[in-house]
């Protein structure tokens, strides 16, 4: 991957399209975690992929792309999330099924627990628990400390384990 990112950066847009066809899965997933509905995600993520190809040639460590591009994810999220705030509730259209393939309706399934979560901790446990992002990793991303992170983690799973426990 860090050939592919030099390459990039040096102007070559099919490297990029590869860098990004490597990254589309956790894009849509973060996304759809942060966001709820496929219209939105799909905003969320053309946005970042047009900003992340305007500005690769600030990244300053190559082995930092993915990271660097779901931080780039999330400040489109959020500005979308910001500006739907007031119109829709965020479980609008939120539990279509997607399909009859097992994959689909996991991926359903953990989106309607993120959901049930605050909205802080959703994106901490799409990126630790979806996307197998290090605490540490999470934490630069999101601008946060560790521990901070570590905390929010915890009370995640306390509250699922009290919400699973009573069904």
């Known amino acids: 991957m ?5 390459r990039a950066k040096n102007g070559d847009a099919d490297a990029f399209i590869s860098l990004i066809e490597e990254c589309k899965m956790t894009l849509r997933r973060v996304a759809l975690g942060y966001l709820g509905n496929d219209e939105d995600a799909a905003d969320a993520i053309q946005d970042a992929i047009l900003s992340a190809y305007e500005h ?5 460590k ?17 500005k979308i999330w910001r500006a739907n705030k007031n119109k829709t509730s965020m479980d609008d259209g939120f539990c279509e099924t997607l399909g009859a393939d097992d994959r689909e309706k996991a991926d359903v399934e953990f989106r309607e627990l993120l959901f049930s979560l605050p909205k802080e901790s959703r994106t901490i446990f799409q990126l630790y628990f979806g ?6 990793e999470i934490a630069k991303i999101l601008g946060m400390k560790e521990n901070t992170v570590k ?10 384990r009290v919400e699973l426990g009573q069904e």
């Open 151 to 160: 905390s929010r983690i915890h009370r995640g799973k306390e509250k699922l």
């Open 56 to 60: 690769i040639g600030k990244l300053q």
């Open 62 to 78: 190559e082995e930092h792309f993915k990271t660097w591009l779901v931080r780039i994810l999330i400040n489109h999220c959020t």
């Open 131 to 136: 996307e197998q992002f290090t605490v540490r």
């Open 2 to 6: 860090d050939t592919l990112v030099k």
